[in-house]
C-alpha cells in the first residue's frame, strides 16, 4: 500500500473498508513470461458496483408438432462493472492517482516480448520487433463484493471531474522566496507544483469491466459429479459468490468421487428437472 495515498483515506480505509486489489498472474499457457509486474492495492470511494450473470440457451431443431423448440445451455458468465472515484487533496495524491491509473490502463492490454532478427538470417540489418505471449490474468479481491477472483479485465474508462478543477501551476514554485514561504515543513507546496505544461486532476472517475474465469465448479455436473449429472457441483462449502456466511452443502450435494455404486433412480417428468431430494 502506497503511503503517498491522503492520511485521512487510509485511516478510514483500514478501519471501515476493503482496499481494492488487482494482482496480475503468469498465464497458465505460458508460465515461463511471468506473473508480470501489475499489482494494484487502493482504497477508493465506490460509486457504482453491478454484477451480471449471463446465461447461454441456444435453440435447437424443432420436431414437427412441437409446440416448444428445445434448448440447449451453453453455459454462464459472469461480468462485473466497478466504478469508482479517486479524489487528491495534494499535488502528490493526484500524482499517486494517475500512476496508480497507468497501472491499470495497462491491465487491458495482452503481454508482448520483443525478438530481434539475426542479420545473417535477414540479409540486411538486425530487425527488431514484439509478438504477443499472452493474456493478462489476474486475481482481484474486494471485500465480500469479488472474492480473490481469478479474472481478465476488458475495459477501463479513466474520466477527469472538470467539475473538480486541477492542482495550479506557479512559475515562482522554485523559487527560494516561494521555497521558503510556501513548502512548509514538508518540503513541497502541497497545492501548487512548478511542472508547466503538466495537469494534475483533484477528481479522477474510473470504471472497470471484469470478465470473471471460476476456477472451482458451479451448476450442476462437474468433475466432482461424476455420474451424476443432475446434481448440484459440491464446491466445498464455498459461500458463492459474496461471501454472506458459511452455507453447509446440503445432503444432495455432497462430494462424491469418482467411482460410485449407488444407483439413481429417474427423475420424474413432474419434476421438471429439478434435482431429486435425498431419500
Known amino acids: 500500500m502506497s503511503d503517498e495515498q491522503n492520511p485521512?483515506?487510509?485511516?478510514?480505509?483500514?478501519?471501515v473498508y476493503p482496499p481494492l486489489k488487482i494482482r496480475e498472474e503468469a498465464d497458465p499457457q505460458h508460465p515461463e513470461?511471468?506473473?508480470?509486474?501489475?499489482?494494484?492495492?487502493?482504497?477508493?470511494?465506490?460509486?457504482?458496483?453491478?454484477?451480471?450473470?449471463?446465461?447461454r440457451w441456444s435453440p435447437g431443431a424443432r420436431s414437427y408438432g412441437r409446440l416448444n423448440p428445445m434448448y440447449y445451455y451453453g453455459g454462464t458468465e459472469r461480468e462485473a462493472s466497478l466504478a469508482f472515484s479517486l479524489p487528491a487533496r495534494t499535488v502528490q495524491e493526484s500524482k499517486q492517482n494517475l500512476r496508480q491509473c497507468s497501472e491499470l490502463a495497462r491491465a487491458v492490454y495482452g503481454r508482448y516480448r520483443g525478438w530481434t532478427l539475426d542479420p545473417a538470417v535477414s540479409g540486411s540489418a538486425a530487425v527488431k520487433d514484439f509478438t504477443m505471449v499472452g493474456h493478462r490474468y489476474f486475481r482481484i479481491d474486494?471485500?465480500?463484493?469479488?472474492?480473490?477472483?481469478?479474472?481478465?479485465?476488458?475495459?477501463?474508462?479513466?474520466?477527469?471531474?472538470?467539475?473538480?478543477?486541477?492542482?495550479?501551476?506557479?512559475?515562482?514554485?522554485?523559487t527560494a522566496e516561494a521555497a521558503v514561504s510556501r513548502m512548509g515543513a514538508m518540503g513541497r507546496d502541497p497545492v501548487n507544483h512548478g511542472e508547466h505544461g503538466q495537469v494534475f486532476p483533484r477528481q479522477i472517475d474510473v470504471q472497470l469491466n471484469i470478465i470473471f474465469?471460476?476456477?472451482?465448479?458451479?451448476?450442476?455436473?462437474?468433475?466432482?459429479?461424476?455420474?451424476l449429472p443432475t446434481r448440484w457441483a459440491e464446491n466445498r462449502n464455498r459461500d458463492f459468490p459474496h461471501g454472506t456466511g458459511h452455507i453447509d452443502v446440503q445432503p444432495y450435494m455432497s462430494y462424491t468421487s469418482g467411482s460410485f455404486s449407488t444407483v439413481v433412480s429417474e427423475i420424474p417428468a413432474a419434476n421438471d428437472g429439478v434435482p431429486e431430494e435425498p431419500e
Not at 485521512?8 to 478501519?15: E, N, P, S, Y
Not at 506473473?35 to 450473470?53: N, P
Not at 477527469?160 to 522554485?174: L, M, S
Open 142 to 174: 474486494f471485500g465480500s463484493l469479488i472474492r480473490d477472483e481469478r479474472a481478465f479485465i476488458s475495459g477501463f474508462t479513466f474520466n477527469i471531474n472538470p467539475d473538480a478543477g486541477v492542482f495550479d501551476h506557479d512559475k515562482n514554485y522554485y
Open 33 to 55: 513470461h511471468g506473473s508480470g509486474d501489475i499489482d494494484f492495492e487502493y482504497f477508493v470511494y465506490l460509486t457504482a458496483f453491478e454484477e451480471r450473470f449471463n446465461a
Open 213 to 227: 474465469r471460476h476456477h472451482y465448479p458451479l451448476g450442476f455436473g462437474g468433475p466432482n459429479r461424476v455420474g
Open 8 to 15: 485521512d483515506v487510509l485511516q478510514l480505509g483500514r478501519h
